[in-house]
């Protein structure tokens, strides 16, 4: 093999590994994590760096362990805690998270009132996100906020909530949510959880029915 193409797959195998560092999704990082370390593994090898192969060989049997416990996790991995309408640790989630809040929503700060359905997503005991709704009539749910931050938002929070939660929201008499959009990103995500969007009093909104689990 030319040494010249050889150069180029180190290169190559080092900046996957430097993009995966920039990597806010603990997912993606271990994906293109993943795939840089297999190629430096490639690399180590075939110019006959042994202990740049079998480190990089072991690094990549630790991310498809790591992948392999996200992928296989049991729907309990996650749990609800309800917020307390005078929680000060509300405040400071929102403050800390306000940027990334004001992403996808047209406000960073959000009051729980009398109303409103709260409660922190965990995991691990890790509070991973945030949903606050409040009361739009007598069985639906306007979204005020549905956020997961950076780091968990690919293990399906989303699913967990409006899915495998929907009973909590059925007992307490919500068949129905309504949210908005603020950009592209969240409408795709709105539909992916199984929103559709609809017109209703003039304004355009995203509309999901649950049904009870049989």
């Not at 740049?52 to 749990?79: E, P, W």
């Not at 989630?93 to 809040?101: A, G, H, R, T």
């Amino acid at each position: 093999m030319n040494i010249d193409l050889l150069e180029w797959l180190g290169y190559l195998a080092s900046i996957l590994v430097l993009i995966s560092l920039l990597m806010s999704s603990i997912v993606k990082l271990r994906w293109i994590n993943l795939l840089g370390s297999f190629l430096f593994a490639t690399y180590g090898f075939l110019i006959g760096a042994l202990p740049v192969g079998l480190v990089n060989s072991c690094i990549v049997f630790i991310n498809i362990y790591y992948l392999t416990k996200v992928y296989t996790s049991k729907k309990d991995y996650f749990k609800i805690l309800e917020i307390d309408a005078d929680s000060k640790y509300l405040h400071y989630f929102q403050d800390f998270y306000k940027d990334e809040i004001h992403k996808y929503f047209s406000q960073s700060v959000f009051s729980l009132k009398k109303d409103h359905v709260g409660f922190y997503i965990l995991r691990n005991l890790v509070p991973a996100g945030l949903f606050i709704a409040s009361k739009y009539d007598e069985k639906t749910l306007k979204i005020e906020l549905d956020f997961v931050i950076p780091e968990y938002r690919d293990f399906k929070i989303g699913q967990y909530v409006y899915e495998e939660q929907k009973e909590y929201f059925l007992q307490r008499g919500y068949q129905r949510f309504l949210s908005h959009s603020c950009n592209k990103e969240h409408t795709r995500y709105l539909e992916k959880m199984g929103f559709h969007q609809k017109e209703e009093n003039n304004i355009k909104i995203f509309e999901k029915i649950i049904t009870p689990i049989e």
